[in-house]
């Protein structure tokens, strides 16, 4: 029983030793500049999309954006269709790898946040960032 | 109606989850009961005999 | 074999001690089962109705996800179970253990499957869920890969428990593998926080209000109710085959059988 006890144990803590350089699924663009990410290999970037720097391409369904942890800033190339979810501002988590200074990416997931809201109490809450409530036409809903 | 069903679009992902939990816990809760009432005529046989 | 009852009566804590005895036994926890799994398991299914329709149709869609977001009314409470559940399981194989109660290890017996149930239920809706707003069914992030442990020490539970002739034996080979997988708990809930995951972090099991709109929560909440209730009724059905089946040749089997 102490032995099933010891060998359960011991599976568990070897596995979490072997995962804990893997276990995070993706490096942030500061690590990245760092040279922490593998040189030439491939791996995944996380981060926040730089608002306005998404730029589609015209004729195919490549798209450039700027992908920033607030600290550092790499530049995104990406060639396929892109989640939902993804847009400027929106957290997202690219598999690719560096090409000549730019993260060349096969696969963008996109991170959801832990916020649920209705469509009019997110833009009550943009209106109230921006410091205009309702801006005299739209009552927006008062806050929580 | 139809944009009830519809799901935005999503249809496919929101009813099948709802299909799959309904499937799995309809399935969880009855095997005990079919089981039990298996076992209850069992156990009344044993001990007629 | 006999259920035994004590009745202890020269000591002070002896009426608090006989009850409890009592209600640990066979005979009178089957009885307890048959009284109250079908009433909570028709308010089981009251509040799923009710969960359903406020998740479903009263909720108003989620200003980023639209509609997808309503798998979380099934995702959420499922995958919450998956680890409650564990928890009960490895509380009651701990108790089988440590005091040799026979319902302990009915109870985490009855455990294993219903835990596989949920989490099962919390990878495939996650699973559905991902798909459109993530971008992929699968990812192999801390959260996602430390839920399919759990599913796999529920399986191995399970598994374990069948595998050896002996059903004490058994028993208590399955109890180890629960008591000892309970680090796995904790790894679950604060992997979103721990590492970089695809996962978001908590939305209602965190210090502070819930980041979930109030006509959200609602239903939400609802749906944790039912799923809760639900547990418990399928936990008694499961509990009273095993006392059954476990305890075949004792009288008060033979009084249930012969009705």
Known sequence: MALLVAAVGGAAGLSLTALERNINLFFSPSQVQAGEAPDGGVFRVGGMVVDGSVARGEADLSVNFALTDTAATIPVAYTGILPDLFREGQGIVALGAMRGGVFVATQVLAKHDENYMPPEVNQALQAANRGKYGGGDSGAPSLP | MAEFFAMGGYAFYVWGSYATVTAVLVHQYAAPLIRRRKLLRELAGEARS | ?259
């Open chain 3, 1 to 259: 074999m006999r259920a035994h009852i004590d009745p202890a009566p020269d000591l002070p804590q002896s009426a608090i001690r006989t009850r409890f005895h009592r209600f640990i036994s066979p005979p009178w926890f089957y009885r307890f089962a048959a009284r109250w799994s079908g009433r909570l398991g028709w308010s089981a299914l009251l509040l799923f109705a009710a969960g359903a329709c406020g998740g479903l149709v009263l909720a108003p869609p989620d200003y980023q996800m639209g509609d997808s977001y309503r798998i979380l009314y099934v995702h959420a409470p499922a995958a919450w179970m998956s680890m409650f559940v564990y928890a009960v399981m490895a509380a009651a194989a701990a108790s089988g253990l440590i005091w040799h109660l026979k319902l302990g290890e009915a109870v985490a017996r009855a455990c294993a499957p219903l835990g596989a149930a949920f989490t099962l239920c919390a990878l495939v809706t996650g699973s559905l869920w991902g798909r459109p707003t993530w971008g992929a069914y699968w990812v192999w992030d801390a959260r996602l890969t430390s839920e399919l442990v759990l599913l796999f020490l529920f399986v191995g539970c399970m598994a374990l428990s069948e595998a050896l002739d002996d059903r004490r034996s058994a028993s208590r080979a399955a109890a180890v593998l629960a008591v000892a997988g309970v680090v796995n708990l904790p790894i679950i809930h604060f992997s979103v926080e721990w590492w970089n995951t695809l996962h978001q972090g908590a939305s209602v099991a965190r210090f502070g209000r819930p980041s979930v709109d109030t006509r959200m929560l609602i239903p939400l909440l609802i749906m944790f109710a039912a799923f809760n209730l639900y547990f418990l009724a399928a936990l008694l059905n499961r509990v009273s085959c095993e006392l059954l089946d476990r305890e075949r040749r004792t009288q008060w089997v033979a009084e249930v059988a012969r009705g």
